[in-house]
């Protein structure tokens, strides 16, 4: 069984950093591809960056050139570094994690507010 504990949302100002963290608890974290979501109130959940198992990574546009995705599979954890973050990036931040078989499990999400 796989879990996903999300961590390191808050409240930024414009401007400003943050890190969030999943650690990823199961088998095969390498046979896994990550990514994180993130929806805002009122709003479809929307992908914002993905690192597969092959050491590809993909953003959404809004985002690009200012997060970045990485993962360390030898502490099963993914990492989305947030800078330059803005008002319109305020959401629940989800963690997931696809299996080659195309499983896929959700974590419980982490609150990111940026005031303007």
């Keep these: ?3 996903l504990v999300e961590s ?3 409240l930024v100002q414009a401007g400003g950093s943050l890190r ?3 650690t990823f608890s199961g088998s095969f974290f390498s046979h ?3 990514g994180w979501y993130r ?3 009122g709003k479809q959940r929307e992908l914002v960056a993905t690192f597969t198992n092959g050491g590809s990574t993909n953003y959404a ?3 690009k050139g200012r997060f970045t995705i990485s993962r ?3 502490k099963n954890t993914v990492y989305l570094q947030m800078n330059s973050l803005r008002p319109e990036d305020t959401a ?3 963690c997931k994690a696809t299996h080659y078989s195309a499983r896929s499990y959700w974590g419980q999400g982490t609150q990111v507010t940026v005031s303007s």
């Design 1 to 3: 069984q796989v879990q």
């Design 8 to 10: 390191g949302g808050g």
């Design 20 to 22: 969030l963290s999943c």
């Design 32 to 34: 896994y591809a990550m």
């Design 39 to 41: 929806q805002a109130p």
């Design 61 to 63: 546009d809004s985002v």
């Design 72 to 74: 360390d599979n030898a």
């Design 92 to 94: 629940v931040y989800y």
